[in-house]
C-alpha cells in the first residue's frame, strides 16, 4: 500500500481496559505524529516522532497516554484504563522530512474511531 | 495559546456557485497555515500550503490567501460540484519551544454541494 494504514479501524472498549492503536506510516517517512479528533472537532496534536525519537509530546492529555515508535516505522498509541472522554477518532500522519526543519504535506490515514463504553 | 476558528460551521450550496470559506487565528507568528479536506470515516488530504511570506496559493477551482498581519486566510472555491462535499479544515503551523512545527487545526466548515 503506497498511503498510511492504521489498525483497527474501529475499537470498542469498556471504561478501564488498556487498547493498542497501530500506525504503518508510508515507507520512508521520517516524521510520524498522532492527532486526537472528538465528534465535530478539529485534530488535536497528541505528539510527534522523528524516527524513533519521540521529540515532542506536549499533546498528551494524560499519563495513560504513551506512543512508542522502536525502529522508526511503525508506531502504537496506547490507552491505559481507558475513560468514556477518550472517545475520539485517533489520526495518524507521516511526513517525509524532518518536522524539525519545517513543515511539509503530512500524509494521513483513516484514523482508528475508539468508543469507550 | 493559538485559536484557529473558521466561519461559517456549515454551508449547503446548489452546484456551480462560489464559496469563500473563512479562517481566523489568534497568534500571528505562524509559520505556514495549510487547508485540508477530509471525507467521512477517511483522514485528510492536503489542499494548499500558504507560507507565512506568501498572499496566496492556487489549484485549480481553489484558491487560498493569507494575511498573516489579521490573521485570517480564505479558501475560495471556484465553480462548485457535488464532489467538493467534505469538511474543509484549516491549520496553522508555528514553531515551538523545541524547534518543532506544531499544528492547531480549527473545527472545520462543512460543505455540501447539492445537485
Known amino acids: 500500500g503506497a498511503g498510511v494504514s492504521q489498525s483497527p479501524r474501529y475499537k470498542v472498549a469498556k471504561r478501564g481496559q488498556d487498547v493498542a492503536l497501530r500506525c504503518d506510516p508510508i515507507s520512508g517517512h521520517v516524521s510520524l505524529f498522532w492527532y486526537q479528533q472528538a465528534l465535530g472537532q478539529g485534530p488535536e496534536f497528541l505528539t510527534y516522532?522523528?524516527?524513533?525519537?519521540?521529540?515532542?509530546k506536549s499533546g498528551l492529555p494524560s499519563d495513560r497516554f504513551f506512543a512508542e515508535r522502536p525502529e522508526g516505522s511503525v508506531s502504537t498509541l496506547k490507552i491505559q484504563r481507558t475513560q468514556q472522554e477518550d472517545s475520539a477518532v485517533y489520526l495518524c500522519?507521516?511526513?517525509?522530512?524532518?518536522?524539525?526543519?519545517?513543515?511539509?504535506?503530512?500524509?494521513f490515514g483513516p484514523g482508528t474511531r475508539l468508543t469507550v463504553l | 495559546k493559538q485559536e484557529v476558528t473558521q466561519i461559517p460551521a456549515a454551508l449547503s450550496v446548489p452546484e456551480g456557485e462560489n464559496l469563500v470559506l473563512n479562517c481566523s487565528f489568534t497568534?500571528?507568528?505562524?509559520?505556514?497555515l495549510q487547508w485540508f479536506r477530509q471525507d467521512p470515516g477517511k483522514g485528510l488530504t492536503s489542499l494548499l500550503l500558504i507560507q507565512s511570506s506568501q498572499r496566496e496559493q492556487t489549484s485549480g477551482r481553489l484558491n487560498a490567501s493569507l494575511d498573516k498581519s489579521s490573521g485570517r486566510s480564505t479558501l475560495y472555491i471556484a465553480a462548485s460540484q457535488p464532489g467538493d462535499s467534505a469538511t474543509y479544515l484549516c491549520a496553522v503551523f508555528r514553531p515551538d519551544s523545541g524547534g518543532s512545527y506544531i499544528p492547531t487545526f480549527g473545527r472545520g466548515t462543512s460543505l455540501i454541494v447539492h445537485p
Open positions: 497568534d500571528s507568528a505562524i509559520y505556514n
Open positions: 516522532f522523528q524516527n524513533e525519537a519521540q521529540l515532542d
Open positions: 500522519a507521516s511526513s517525509p522530512i524532518l518536522a524539525g526543519v519545517g513543515t511539509d504535506t503530512q500524509y
